[in-house]
């Protein structure tokens, strides 16, 4: 007895590996994506042009009108502020200091909490500022 056998050409399309495979990409976009999230401490920041995005834990290091010094939304005096640094770097080497700073602060303000940067031993800082936003015309 011959048993026959017929091929029969594919007439659907079998879309499920393309939607494992974008919704795998959507899981990764999601997880490796990260976001700056502004403390409840009210600072007036400076705006720039530029904008980079955030990729690591940094340390927020936040300096108010008032001379009020917060490291990660934890108030401190400028006495203990380059141990305070020196302990969250041993935590995480790697992170970058993220100052912030109300735009009327004088300058030589901002000069020194990056000499307590460098004094804490971080080789990384940088500034928080909005976004400027431009007009189309």
Known sequence: MKISLKKKPITSVTLISMTDVVFLLLIFLLITSS???????KINMPQSSSTQKEYTKNIQLTLTLDDEIYIDDQITNWDSVVNEL?????????????IQADQEIPLKK???????????GSKRFFI???LLETKEK
């Open 35 to 41: 976001y700056v999230t502004n403390t409840g401490i």
């Open 86 to 98: 020196k302990t969250k770097l041993q935590e995480n080497p790697d992170a970058a200091i993220m």
């Open 110 to 120: 901002i000069v020194a909490l990056i000499d307590v940067t460098k004094l804490a």
């Open 128 to 130: 928080a500022t909005h």
